[in-house]
């Protein structure tokens, strides 16, 4: 049997350290049915403290190594040292944020960092609470907007309502669809608006499908305008949202859950201009700042109607007659009720780096990114898919010697869908390096790689991680052309 944990307690840090150290490979992928045959699962049976250190290390061991530079798989990154270790003092605090009195200054951390992001994002008079990951923050927005329009729903439902219609890019993320599901609108009243060649929202065919829709009686509820799209990192022409939005009266969101990290750049966050005429914003600084997970928020224009459009007054928790100022009690703005302390790592790196420390690393993410995006279009053999860097996101593909000189048509693209994945495949399986890939609208898979604030990437690192695709792409085309009757 274990002792009561506080030994093992004490030895966390030092097996997290080896595990993180510089030797450890970034990935020992296995396929799921073996790896759970290496490892002992079953919680039947205790085991002592020696025992369970040692299941531990070999989930560790198999876990992948996320801090690495060669790991570009997803938007999120290498969480920041000083976020790291403000989340491992929340979690040994453990409390859960909706009271004053069970996490004092945790609400008030709360409140002072949606204060200072508010006033960073142009909104100083709005409102915000933090939210378990970007879909439940866009969630939010809906709601909120819905509210907004129909006080009614709250008590009544959505049945003497009319067909409500939301409106977003064709490339934005698929928690729209899912929101427009739970919500209860039905994934049928997502209108996916056309993008140009960049990636971004065409204005004229967001302000045509509005009219379309308020023509056949429909009520358009939300409009969802895109700073960073999840693949090519578009950044939709904001001003020219919050113009239709404003034409139709219409609530404007922003999905801000990647590129708002730019808004920390006093150079990159003119990208984002019109996002301060939003009713809502979506910003997971999760992602690009990395913000351990998770690390959400919502923003609001409009103090107080998160608190109109989800309070449910609980009784045994939210007493109106309690000692202190019940204003400071945030918990019934929440759809949830326990909530974790998700604002402190933030805080803590935000004290720790300040506006300066954090704006310097955005333009350090942006100037990596460049380097890539211009390495990339000169390296024989790779081809951008748009050349254009709105958020520190790279899509390219990596086209083997033997395509090279043939004709691009039908069935040349046909092979490229093959070949990319085949690619990716190989560089998992020699832990050389994790990187996305992803077909898109018309284009055929292609590799996405995207940049953070964490860990620094290099010049040498990015040519090392071309390197790597180059010499997987070779390889795997050899096997293929050997296995070709
Ligand atoms: C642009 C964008 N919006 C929203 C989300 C959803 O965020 P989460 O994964 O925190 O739910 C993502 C996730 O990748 C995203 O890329």
Redesign the pocket.
């Known amino acids: 049997m274990s002792s009561n944990g506080t030994s093992f307690l004490e030895k966390v840090l030092s097996i997290v350290k080896d595990e993180r150290s510089e030797e450890v490979p970034l990935i020992r992928f296995v396929h799921p049915k073996e790896l759970e045959a290496k490892l002992d699962l079953d919680v039947t049976e205790g085991v002592n403290d020696k025992q369970l250190e040692e299941r531990v290390n070999e989930i560790l061991h198999y876990s992948v190594k996320t801090h690495k530079t060669t790991f570009r798989n997803q938007?999120f990154c290498a969480p920041d040292p000083y976020g790291l270790a403000g989340a491992w003092i929340t979690e040994a605090f453990n409390t859960s944020q909706y009271t004053f009195e069970v996490a004092p200054a945790f609400t008030l951390i709360e409140l002072k960092i949606l204060d200072h992001v508010l006033k960073l994002f142009g909104i100083p008079n709005g409102d915000g609470i933090f939210a378990p990951?970007?879909?439940i923050a866009?969630m939010y927005g809906i709601v909120a907007a819905r509210f907004k329009k129909f006080p009614e729903i709250k008590s009544k439902g959505m049945k003497s309502l009319p067909e409500m219609v939301i409106f977003t890019s064709e490339d934005s993320?698929y928690?729209i669809t899912k929101a427009a599901h739970w919500l209860g609108f039905g994934t049928d009243q997502v209108r996916r608006i056309p993008v140009n060649s960049k990636g971004q929202m065409i204005i004229q065919k967001l302000d045509e499908s509005i009219r379309n829709d308020l023509d056949m009686g429909r009520c358009p509820i939300f409009v969802n305008g895109m700073a960073?799209?999840?693949v090519l990192g578009s950044i939709d022409d904001i001003e020219a949202v919050a113009d239709v939005c404003q034409k139709y009266g219409i609530w404007m969101h922003v999905?801000a859950?990647?590129g708002g990290s730019l808004m920390m750049s006093p150079k990159y966050r003119t990208k984002l201009k019109g996002i301060e005429r939003a009713n809502s914003i979506?910003w997971?600084p999760h992602k690009m700042m990395g913000a351990p997970f998770?690390c959400?928020m919502i923003l609001i224009d409009e103090k107080g109607l998160l608190h109109k459009a989800n309070s449910a007054a609980a009784n045994y928790l939210f007493q109106q007659d309690k000692f202190y100022d019940v204003s400071y009690d945030t918990g019934d703005k929440s759809v949830q009720c326990g909530r974790k302390i998700d604002a402190f790592k933030l805080w803590v790196m935000w004290k720790a780096r300040g506006d300066l420390g954090l704006g310097q690393l955005a333009d350090r993410t942006m100037a990596t990114a460049e380097f890539c995006l211009k390495t990339v279009a000169n390296r024989p053999g790779f081809k951008l898919v748009s050349d254009e860097l709105q958020c520190p996101n790279i899509c390219f593909w990596y086209i083997p010697k033997f395509m090279r000189d043939k004709e691009q048509d039908k069935q040349w693209w046909e092979c490229m869908h093959k070949v990319t994945p085949k690619i990716k495949e190989l560089l998992v399986l020699s832990s050389r390096l994790m990187v996305s890939y992803t077909p898109l609208r018309l284009h055929k898979n292609f590799f996405r790689i995207a940049f953070q604030f964490h860990p620094a990437v290099d010049e040498p690192h990015i040519i090392d991680m071309l390197r790597a695709i180059e010499e997987s792409g070779e390889t795997i085309t050899m096997c293929m052309l050997e296995n070709t009757p």
């Open positions: 938007l990951g970007g879909s866009i993320h928690s960073g799209t999840t999905d859950c990647w979506s997971n998770q959400s």
